[in-house]
């Protein structure tokens, strides 16, 4: 029996199969066609009809392969978008057979439970890093990315977050040219790409793909002041950051940038991220440190008032929305106001250990901006991975959508989930977080911030329970639900059912790499240290941090002062990362051995030289922590220490680095597209830091100088 990702909401499978050049074939949408109308009206029970009512039904579509003496095929829906998705079930009912193609009997009435479901290409969270880019040039990743999207839209996934952050036009000669191709590409198959940026905060700093605005009486170089800002980091660095919402000439600019950025892409959304507030109480503090000419315009401390912030983020939402929707190419075939949905993001996105108070503060809040604004269709607000409010089993998500619906004007909720695999929490390969997407439920968009290059199964599983959210059965108290939130984000519970060699993960690698290689490659996806650490695929700043902020520098440096004992145990840790990123990639070569299909074998290639390049990584971490552990015992003036030890010591990191800067260099020639460097840029970033503080440390042991502990950036 066929497996179909993501499964079906209503299947009755059939016992036998047809040969499909035997069947008649009847395609078609319930206006276009009088057969399928008639099915439609007929054989469909109301319950199932209405199915195709409201924001999901165009998507949804009936598919039957009837036997008998006049075997036929029916594949139906009532809008275009959802005939795709019933030829993209109709292609995996297909059955192995000699001589022939057969398609197995069955009956389908299919829908899905969000109307937008997203896999995030990018390594680095929803910031950047492309993970499809190879450094084999604009035709090549062109090719690449158009098979993902097709193999994505076969799947029934329709959004792509697949650049980040910022509005520049022109990140490259012939970006926007490109982006533009890929775009119409992308509408062809029913998907949105995503591109993601700051409209105030500018938090990313100096890697910003954009113009960092900031708050000034006159523009270009008039005096900086101050106005809203996080009331609790930062040290007051925000409130000079693009924030003022009353600076009509900050707002030109914002707008002229955001406006050149969508003409010359022509995305499908844009996940607009705001000055980075969480919650309702940091949002009040911060309103009140808003500049004179705000109080005068907006003269309420109240933050639910029209007068106050409500009213005031209203107007910021709506001027970026503006400048967003006013963009048309009539040659292209393009209209922003109707291809292209916006995500605006804070302030107070909130999370699941958000208070009940503060949850319903932040539903009066967003209710409040509701009303207050002046676009609505293809807007939503943006939140975080909430789960159940506290005191009882009401999902929040769901609350939410009814208090926009009933207080405000409806507005869309895009569910931001960073649970695990992200680039944020961690850089695992695989997890069974997508199996609660149950919790969402009452969200437009429900945004997996995983579903990189290196997790193809992932994306498959993202698929599945963004389609059909309902197939887990959920805990129902908030301390259950958090349990098994926080078990699956950070990998201490691996269910056999997704994780097993019958479960998810071991069909989703045949179908990908094929009976013989799906096999190993399932072995690269359970591969972990004793302490559940994964194997370095993708380099990132998080891969390699000390503090849990992935914009935190990676390692532990001289002037934080850790103690011998630590760095010598964090010296052990990577010595087990290096030994099952080396298991990894002797998987990842076996799989190669084993012959996967050719849609998949180049990104078995890369993932095998990436182990390869990542071992090396861990054992750098290792040396360098092993020099530090020395130095510590030198500078504490223990006697069977000598500074010999320490160039000795460093030249074991000196030796790793060269032979990483080699492996790059041979395995990797070609310049990559994304401004960021994709995969490799991060590579090189991070070898750099490497050979820098791991001279620092040689320096400090012999001057005693401590030099500065590792920053974290003001957000």
Known sequence: MSRIIPTPQQTHFGGGSLPLSSCRIVKGTVADSAEIREYFEKRLKPQERERFGGPCGEQAYFLAVEGGPSGRVICGATARQGLRYAEATLRQLRVPSQGEERVQEAEIVDWPDFQYRLNDWLIWSEIGCWSYDRGDGKEAFLRRAKDKLQWSADHKLNVILLDGMGWNAERFPGYGAMMRELNAYARGLGIHLMYSGYGSGYGMGRLYGGQIFENRVAYPRGERYACCGHPVRGRGQSRFMGTCISNDALMRLKQQELGRFVRSVHPGALYIHNLDIDDFTNLGLSWQQRCARCRERWPNDDPLAPDGAAGAYAHHYDSLTDAVFGVEDEEAGYRAARDCFLVHVSPAYGGYETPDEEWDRNLQYFAAVSRCMRNVANVCFGTREHLTRHRSSRRRLKQMAEVLHQQGQGHGICAILFHGCDGFFNDHLFSAAPTLSGFYQGATVLMNSSGTAYQEPLQLLNAEFAWNASQTTLPGGFAECKKRFEGYRDLKERPEGIF???????????????????????????????????PVAHITTKSFEAFGNPSAPPFHRWG????????????????????????????????????????????????????????????????????????????????????????????AVLSVTRKIEELLRTSFPGRMLDYLGGDMGQKQRVLEYLVDKSLEIVQGSKTGVRGEKSGRTWW
């Not at 399932?522 to 994964?534: A, D, N």
């Not at 390869?612 to 504490?636: D, H, K, M, S, W």
């Open 500 to 534: 097993g060699a019958e479960g998810f993960l071991g069909h989703a690698c045949e179908e990908l790499y094929g009976e013989r290689a799906g096999p190993h490659m399932r072995e690269v996806f359970v591969l972990r240290t004793s302490e559940g650490l994964p």
């Open 560 to 651: 934080d002062d850790l103690p011998e004992e630590e760095a010598a145990r964090v010296a052990q840790r990577w010595l087990r990362v290096k030994e099952v990123t080396l298991k990894a990639s002797a998987a990842a070569h076996a799989a190669l051995d084993a012959g996967p299909p050719e849609r998949t074998k180049a990104d078995v290639q890369w993932e095998a030289k990436s182990f390869e390049i990542g071992a090396l990584y861990a054992e750098g971490a290792q040396r360098y922590y092993e020099l530090y552990a020395i130095a510590q015992r030198l500078l504490a003036g223990e006697p069977s220490v000598k500074a010999s030890a320490i160039d000795g010591a460093h030249e």
